[in-house]
């Protein structure tokens, strides 16, 4: 079961660990706004800024061609890097890709790897923090969105969101209205009959 819950609500009577949670007197507390699923013992925050962990999967463009490799912009305040000897093809200004962080640096400086470039499509962005509502538990809320919609969704961690054919136009007003409508419960009914009207309110 999820809830959501505000800074100050008593989540356990147990030490939880994960972002947007703190310790005090033998329980542990909300410091921000989202939703607790009571199973995982993890909260899911709905508001605050995006904080990028080894193994975090970013979308991002090539903004820049460096000798040793390429300057990525993934709209994050953090300089972000790739080594060239990460991706056997030369990329270009301008290429898509989705990568996997390998190293925050002290100065919170990233380093990607394992990228994929992502041909055609397009990018749209929302709140880091709405991405876990986007994908749903288990998956389930994207999948029911590339069903509908035949298009085929990569998302980012840092909140960048790749769609590229079926009916694009449905699949991002689809996940605007999830961003809009993240701290409401009912939503993946909601989002299911929005999907089956063809978007149609």
Same mark, same amino acid.
Request: aromatic share 8%; charged share 25%.
């Given at each position: 079961? %999820?809830?959501?819950? /505000? =800074?100050? /609500?008593?989540?356990?009577?147990?030490?939880? $660990? *994960?972002?947007?949670? /703190? /310790? @005090?007197?033998?329980? $542990?507390?909300?410091?921000? &706004? *989202?939703?607790?699923?009571?199973?995982? +013992?993890?909260?899911?925050?709905?508001?605050?800024?995006?904080?990028?962990?080894?193994?975090?999967?970013? !979308?991002?463009?090539? #903004?820049?061609?460096?000798?040793?490799?390429?300057?990525?912009?993934?709209?994050? =305040?953090?300089?972000?890097?790739? #080594? #060239?000897?990460?991706?056997?093809? =030369?990329?270009? &200004?301008?290429?898509?890709?989705?990568?996997?962080?390998?190293?925050?640096?002290?100065?919170?400086?990233?380093?990607? &790897?394992?990228?994929?470039?992502?041909?055609?499509?397009? !990018?749209?962005?929302?709140?880091?923090?709405?991405?876990?509502? !986007?994908?749903?538990?288990? +998956?389930?809320?994207?999948?029911?969105?590339?069903?509908?919609?035949? $298009?085929?969704? &990569?998302?980012?961690?840092?909140?960048?969101?790749?769609? #590229?054919?079926?009916?694009?136009?449905?699949?991002?007003?689809?996940?605007?209205?999830? @961003?809009?409508?993240?701290?409401?419960?009912?939503?993946?009914? %909601?989002?299911?009959?929005?999907?089956?009207?063809?978007?149609?309110?």
């Amino acid at each position: 079961m %999820r809830r959501i819950v /505000y =800074p100050g /609500y008593k989540l356990a009577d147990k030490k939880l $660990s *994960g972002r947007g949670v /703190y /310790y @005090e007197g033998g329980a $542990s507390y909300a410091a921000l &706004v *989202g939703f607790f699923d009571d199973e995982a +013992g993890v909260l899911i925050p709905l508001e605050g800024a995006y904080e990028p962990e080894v193994g975090d999967l970013l !979308v991002g463009f090539v #903004s820049d061609i460096k000798p040793n490799g390429y300057r990525i912009y993934t709209g994050l =305040p953090n300089n972000t890097f790739m #080594s #060239s000897k990460d991706f056997r093809d =030369p990329l270009d &200004v301008g290429d898509i890709i989705i990568a996997k962080v390998r190293e925050v640096d002290e100065l919170k400086d990233i380093s990607l &790897v394992d990228p994929v470039l992502l041909k055609g499509g397009n !990018v749209i962005r929302i709140s880091p923090v709405k991405v876990p509502r !986007v994908i749903g538990k288990k +998956g389930s809320m994207l999948m029911q969105i590339k069903e509908a919609t035949g $298009s085929n969704i &990569v998302v980012g961690k840092n909140g960048w969101i790749w769609i #590229s054919g079926g009916n694009e136009y449905l699949a991002t007003r689809a996940i605007l209205k999830i @961003e809009a409508e993240a701290h409401t419960s009912g939503l993946t009914d %909601r989002i299911a009959e929005f999907l089956k009207k063809g978007g149609m309110e």
